[in-house]
């Protein structure tokens, strides 16, 4: 079981690298206001909203790509999320991806949200490690998040 200091710690670890790393990554973009209209609305992968903040690492061959999802921060009670998506490719097809973070319903009511704290919230974990230029049986998928606790998870 994982402790409260060790959650804790490894948030104000998340929101120190999230900070330092979008304040040095340059071409970030904001959300556009179509995406921002309405929280409850998820991707295509199906973890996070569409409201993510997209940079992009690498201007020839190799590139990352990254949208940082901070809705839970900003959208304070209301549904939203917390976390990263990352796919990388070399000019091509993506060989990498990486969908983590937390997922938040939102409060309906104050008393459930008292009685349980721990259920409008989920885990979304999705990792996927394809060599195309092999074939189909260099892929390797985990969508079962890593962690154990009273939250649940989101398949991405």
Do not use: K
Not at 53 to 82: C, D, K, W
């Amino acid at each position: 079981m994982v402790s409260r200091r060790t959650v804790v710690a490894i948030v104000c670890c998340w929101l120190l690298v999230s900070t330092v790393g979008s304040a040095a990554v340059a071409g970030a973009t904001q959300p556009s206001a179509s995406s921002t209209a309405d929280d409850s609305t998820a991707t295509a992968a199906g973890c996070f909203p569409d409201d993510g903040y997209e940079f992009t690492i690498g201007t020839q061959g190799p590139e990352i790509r990254m949208v940082l999802h901070m809705s839970l921060l900003t959208n304070l009670g209301g549904p939203g999320a917390f976390g990263v998506e990352l796919t990388g490719s070399i000019d091509g097809p993506p060989i990498i991806e990486l969908r983590t973070g937390v997922i938040f319903a939102g409060i309906d009511s104050v008393s459930g949200f008292l009685n349980n704290p721990f259920e409008p919230f989920s885990i979304a974990f999705d990792y996927r490690f394809d060599l195309p230029m092999f074939g189909e049986e260099f892929v390797y998928e985990e969508d079962e998040a890593p962690i154990d606790g009273p939250v649940g998870d989101t398949n991405c």
